[in-house]
């Protein structure tokens, strides 16, 4: 996983694997029988040559050869009778072309001899009593011409085997993978909310019953970590508003005991406004953190987004007229299933957003339109929009356009976090465009399956 | 005087919920555990009981159903630093009247109490009566608001603002007050968009006249009274 480069399709290495082995084995199939037969035609062809010899010496002792020696003219042969003195004393017809080969001692055996367009097996046998010798050469060509038909119609079976192995690996590769995919496919499905899903293992073949218990092993560690984090936010909660509690008590009632001087009033006025700035952060981080874990926040209704909307542009009415800024609202008729709370919520942040950079004289527009089964609410401003490193992060915390922390103008940082997650909720999401000018939209489903709360 | 139970473990925070209250004209009765606070407001007369919700022993949660289940009726407000709407949810079903998260405004928490208080007491002398700070005069059933003699031209909102404003005249509103009241959000708003809201009021209620009504409390929030 640390290269960005994949390693390969696996079912292109298993394909190849398939071929390269068919090919190896087949190969060495067809070797083996290639060696094997030579052998054997190799052993009857020298079996014959003693054969033939014996019987041509038998009868050149008896003085019955005859150079056109009819009864041994079913085998392709060759022979000739040298005297003592080395001149040919007696030879068939077919010898001529063998003269100058270098036969063999008669000691030796049968021996091949290669005249390029014919090859012979050749023997010499000494004949003893008439202090001759006599040459025997058995022509093989035909052999040799229906092996070589014979290696061709293997090498052909070779060839289409490892064709047919490369199909066929591909096939069982897809195959054996498709369990992955099914496991691939149940693990998209599992959301921050469900952590709590398993996969179930009877239904994968029992190879992958080690990666589906790990999976669900893995599964248990981030539904363990989901519920330690769930008690952990409700533990920092505690934890951090009681003391902040006690302090803003405190500081209160010194501002209320008796009057401060005005630097002083002044400082603790400021020091409120601190507290309750924490405050609003820590409830921001509280309301993402539980949301992510869909606990119980979501209580969808059916709602009329255009009139959610114009809830939202009255409240921010003041807001735009103080900043020179129109506030045009534009709804059509679009029933949505929301929890009109944290629709609230999301389009309050949007349109906060759009007023901080809207420039003066410009229009803010909130509208909704249906989009097949999705509403897009999208907020528009004419400032300079997004920049694209904070669209790549678009729903991650504290993720602000101006990288100072100027409370000001940049907020939080948290709430395009916030309307992200209000978005995932409701089974929809928050999208935006590149600048210049801003907007955001939130596309949520019209209707539809109801989601897991 | 209206006698409060003030139910919280963490003996800081209850003395200065006590000082707070008692300045407020209350007469407070303090409980540090849930036992302790059960056995208190069934042996005594209370009006209202301030409940935490995490108590050692038993919670606030289980205190209220106990009180419930053995006839007490006295109105509870829960405090608690979750802030969930299923923990207000619950805090409800058990019997609790109403919930506030911590950290809080003392303002907002006198001004919950003392909804609590008239709920419980039904003043038919409370119905709508012209309401006057200075010379500003709020008619509310003819939803007409007048200063120096002349008729006020607000927006409906701002009229609702203002409204919540004279409703706590002398007290402090914080913003989160305006928020539910006005907008029925149950978040604190982003930004300044309250106090803008304020500041545009403002320049039609205060600012063609001399003398200033509605003031800000750096920290606390708003207030209309005549200085």
Not at chain 1, 286 to 295: K, Q, T, V
């Given at each position: 996983m640390s290269t960005s480069r994949p390693a390969g399709s696996v079912v292109r290495r298993l394909q190849i694997g398939f071929f390269v082995s068919a090919a190896l084995l087949a190969g060495l199939v067809a070797a083996v029988i290639e060696w094997s037969l030579l052998d054997t035609l190799d052993q009857e062809d020298r079996l014959l040559i003693d054969g033939v010899a014996g019987e041509l010496a038998a009868r050149r002792s008896l003085g019955q050869l005859e150079p056109n020696e009819r009864s041994l003219q079913v085998v392709p042969l060759a022979w000739c009778v040298l005297g003592a003195d080395?001149?040919?004393?007696?030879?068939?017809?077919?010898?001529?072309?063998?003269?100058?080969?270098?036969?063999?001692?008669?000691?030796?055996?049968?021996?091949?001899?290669?005249?390029?367009?014919?090859?012979?097996?050749?023997?010499?046998?000494?004949l003893p009593r008439s202090h001759e010798r006599l040459l025997v050469a058995l022509d093989r060509s035909v052999e040799m011409q229906l092996m070589w038909r014979h290696r061709m119609i293997v090498l052909a079976a070779v060839v289409f085997?490892?064709?047919?192995?490369?199909?066929?690996?591909?096939?069982?590769?897809?195959?054996?993978?498709?369990?992955?995919?099914?496991?691939?496919?149940?693990?998209?499905?599992?959301?921050?909310?469900?952590?709590?899903?398993?996969?179930?293992?009877?239904?994968?073949?029992?190879?992958?019953?080690?990666?589906?218990?790990?999976?669900?092993?893995?599964?248990?560690?981030?539904?363990?970590?989901?519920?330690?984090?769930?008690?952990?936010?409700?533990?920092?909660?505690?934890?951090?508003?009681?003391?902040?509690?006690?302090?803003?008590?405190?500081?209160?009632?010194?501002?209320?005991?008796?009057?401060?001087?005005?630097?002083?009033?002044?400082?603790?006025?400021?020091?409120?406004?601190?507290?309750?700035?924490?405050?609003?952060?820590?409830?921001?981080l509280?309301?993402?953190?539980?949301?992510?874990?869909?606990?119980g926040e979501a209580r969808p209704v059916a709602v009329d987004a255009g009139s959610e909307l114009r809830k939202v542009g009255q409240f921010f009415a003041a807001a735009a007229e103080e900043a020179d800024v129109t506030l045009d609202v534009t709804a059509a008729d679009v029933t949505i299933q929301a929890d009109p709370a944290l629709l609230q919520r999301a389009l309050h942040n949007l349109t906060a957003n759009a007023l901080r950079y809207a420039p003066a004289g410009s229009t803010v527009s909130l509208s909704v339109q249906r989009d097949g089964d999705t509403a897009v609410l999208a907020v528009d401003d004419a400032g300079p929009g997004l920049p694209q490193a904070v669209l790549e992060r678009l729903g991650e915390r504290f993720v602000r356009s101006e990288p100072s922390r100027e409370r000001a103008t940049g907020g939080s940082g948290l709430g395009l976090a916030i309307a992200a997650r209000v978005a995932e909720v409701h089974q929809g999401r928050l999208s935006a465009r590149v600048g210049p000018g801003g907007h955001v939209e939130l596309r949520l489903p019209v209707a539809g399956p109801q989601p897991g709360w | 005087m209206f006698r409060l139970l003030i139910v919280e473990d963490e003996p800081a925070t209850a003395a200065e919920l006590a000082a707070g209250l008692t300045r407020a004209g209350y007469h407070t009765t303090l409980a540090h555990s849930g036992e302790d606070a059960l056995l208190t407001v069934l042996a005594q007369s209370f009006d209202a009981v301030v409940l935490d919700v995490m108590l050692p022993g038993f919670s606030g949660f289980e205190v209220v159903r106990a009180m419930r289940e053995r006839g007490c009726g006295v109105p509870v407000l829960f405090l608690s630093a979750l802030g969930a709407v299923a923990d207000r949810v619950r805090g409800l079903q058990e019997g609790g009247d109403d919930y506030l998260v911590k950290p809080f405004a003392q303002s907002e928490l006198q001004a919950r109490i003392a909804a609590l208080l008239r709920r419980g007491h039904p003043n038919p002398a409370s119905a709508p009566t012209v309401v006057q700070v200075g010379d500003l005069t709020w008619d509310p059933q003819q939803q007409r608001v007048m200063r120096a003699g002349k008729r006020l031209d607000l927006t409906p909102n701002e009229l609702t603002l203002l409204a919540l404003l004279l409703e706590h005249r002398g007290q402090v509103v914080t913003r989160s007050q305006i928020a539910r009241s006005v907008w029925q959000l149950e978040f604190e708003p982003p930004g300044n968009t309250i106090d803008v809201q304020v500041r545009r009021l403002r320049t039609k209620v205060d600012d063609p006249y001399e003398k200033k009504l509605i003031h800000t409390r750096r920290g606390f929030g708003y207030v209309i009274e005549d200085l």
């Open positions: 080395g001149q040919v004393r007696l030879r068939s017809p077919s010898f001529a072309e063998l003269d100058d080969l270098p036969w063999p001692a008669p000691a030796q055996g049968p021996v091949e001899l290669d005249r390029g367009d014919r090859v012979w097996l050749a023997r010499t046998v000494s085997g490892a064709a047919a192995a490369l199909w066929i690996g591909r096939a069982l590769a897809q195959a054996g993978l498709r369990p992955l995919r099914r496991i691939a496919e149940a693990a998209a499905e599992i959301g921050p909310g469900d952590a709590a899903m398993r996969l179930d293992s009877s239904e994968f073949p029992s190879e992958l019953q080690e990666v589906v218990g790990r999976l669900n092993a893995a599964l248990e560690r981030l539904h363990r970590s989901a519920m330690a984090l769930d008690a952990a936010a409700s533990d920092i909660a505690h934890e951090l508003r009681t003391p902040l509690n006690l302090l803003r008590l405190r500081l209160e009632n010194l501002g209320l005991q008796q009057p401060l001087p005005p630097d002083a009033a002044g400082a603790l006025g400021a020091a409120l406004e601190d507290i309750d700035a924490m405050a609003q952060i820590l409830e921001h509280l309301f993402l953190a539980r949301i992510e874990h869909g606990r | -």
